[in-house]
């Protein structure tokens, strides 16, 4: 049976991707005339969830000292997660909620520059979520085991779909609830000291 506290942990960790799978659902597929209203105020309320996103990857952390090539992991760990929060933020900002504000006010030919950039800033922090993913998942491979192993490679296959696919119905949705998958496996695989 699974302890109080174990699933508490869980529910932290799978909270912020099934969010935004739910918010991928109704995620505007295009960005028109139309729907930039909808896909600004879409934009604005998920600002603070996407860095939460790495609350599965920072939960089984705790627990226990930092030493030698634990912590080097963790600083690893922790560097990536940042890196993920603050990049993809900039893309949720920029191609977001400034794409959003500018089709929505009729200004031509901006919103095309500002997904480049938002792309860009995207992939950076995709980039420093694969490394968070990977380090955390060997260091708690090193306190646990091969049993984080299903759960690392859960991960990996979501932070692969996740480069391309933000929260877009319906690949999105999916890589979200495999993130949600992936954090439940790791932190049940790792129960904190």
Avoid: K, N, Q
């Amino acid at each position: 049976m699974t302890s109080l506290p174990a699933l508490r942990a869980t529910a932290l960790a799978t909270l912020a991707p099934l969010l935004l799978a739910a918010a991928g659902i109704m995620h505007p597929a295009h960005l028109t005339a139309a729907t930039a209203g909808h896909w600004t105020a879409l934009h604005i309320a998920l600002l603070p969830v996407f860095p939460f996103l790495v609350l599965g990857l920072v939960l089984p952390l705790r627990g226990a000292p930092f030493r030698g090539v634990d912590g080097v992991l963790a600083l690893f760990a922790w560097a990536g997660s940042l890196c993920y929060s603050a990049y993809y933020a900039g893309l949720d900002a920029v191609a977001g909620i400034s794409a959003g504000v500018v089709v929505d006010h009729g200004v031509h030919g901006a919103a095309g520059r500002l997904f480049a950039t938002g792309d860009e800033l995207g992939r950076a922090g995709v980039s420093g979520l694969v490394v968070a993913v990977l380090a955390t998942s060997a260091l708690l491979w090193r306190r646990h085991g091969a049993r984080v192993l299903p759960g690392a490679v859960v991960l990996l296959a979501a932070c692969w779909s996740f480069w391309d696919s933000h929260i877009f119905w319906p690949r999105g949705v999916l890589t979200m609830l495999g993130f949600a998958l992936g954090f439940a496996l790791l932190t049940v695989a790792s129960p904190a000291s």
